[in-house]
């Protein structure tokens, strides 16, 4: 599979979020979110492998909390965002 694009990662993103409308004037800011997400995973020590769904499904997660984030700025990371990110990051440890 290909690595997936910054458009197919704004259409799961939106999904997430349940955003409808195809083309809204939030994606330049959920295309920010994703880049920015995916500079953060890489801080945990992941190498991301945008043609692997589970790495895809991971930027999108932790876009769509940063998202969320940002309309209360008490929320806290969620378990499962957390769980996952260490799971990728175990994985990706053992594998080298």
Known sequence: MPDMS???LL???KADLEI????TTKDTYLTQLISAAKKFIG???ITLDL????????VVMYAAYL????????VSMPRM???ALNNRLFKEKVNE
């Open 67 to 74: 998202y969320r984030k940002r309309a209360e700025d008490s």
């Open 51 to 58: 043609s692997d769904m589970e790495d895809c499904t991971l």
């Open 43 to 45: 801080t945990e020590g």
């Open 11 to 13: 259409t799961m993103t």
């Open 81 to 83: 965002l957390r769980w």
């Open 20 to 23: 409808i409308a195809a083309n």
């Open 6 to 8: 910054d458009t197919e």
